[in-house]
């Protein structure tokens, strides 16, 4: 249903308020399948504003947001879950249910008039479970786990919704390192693989090693965005976070720290 050759998303002369303050002033992005865009900035910024903004979540203060190459508006619901899925920054659970059911979740937008989801689903969901490292724990009371284990049992719900554009808020949220970079390899290969990302990072030096667009709110309305190398330079982004940072290239890999 989406025009041909369209772009996975574009915003145009987008700008976000929330009651009388302007989280961001007008720019415009375009995604094709095969990027992934950061978005980055000091906390209340509006990073989650604009990336729910683009999920379609909550209309545009001004401009648009083009899904596809359609507005949301001409979407059908489960074809827009089919095509666009969303990482929220938390994940309240209310009843217990097993780590599997909550993956599975992910296959609503797939199921039919009935509901019930088949053996096709379920081996997309031991697969997802098992690409996280959580394969052993399919049985588990979600409200047994840990914060990180809980965490990527919402990526691999993600996972197994597969939509064609994931759209993550801080999926490094609650990780260790290993599975911090192990998260970020997956989700950077299914970008690689022809899906679009959308992401909010916290950590500068995980925007510069996956990003290849970044978009960089100052928390004070102003807007940076371009090309990773064009955002992420020391004077932007000490500016933007409001402390001193120093570039460095370590083992050929650019590294923000902290002064
Ligand atoms: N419904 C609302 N009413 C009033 N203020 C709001 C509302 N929603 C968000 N805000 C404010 O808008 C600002 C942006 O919030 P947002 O969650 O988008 O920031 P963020 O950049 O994701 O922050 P963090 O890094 O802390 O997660 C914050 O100051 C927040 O308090």
Redesign the pocket.
Known sequence: MTPAAAPMLEADRLALQ??E?W?CCEFSLTLKGGECLVLL??????????LHTLAGLREPSVGSVLLGGLPYAAWRATEAARFRGLLA?QQPDHFSSTVLETVLVGRHPYLGRWGWEGPEDERIARAALADVGLADMAGRDILTLSGGERQRVAVAALLAQAPQLLLL??PTNHLDLHYQIAVLDLIRGLADAGRGVVM?L?DINLAARYADQIIL?DGRGGVRAGARDEVLQAALLSEAFGHPLRRHVLDGRVNFIPD
């Open positions: 929330v009651g303050r989280l900035g000091p906390n209340g910024a509006g990073k989650t504003t604009l920054q808020d801080e909010v916290h709110l």
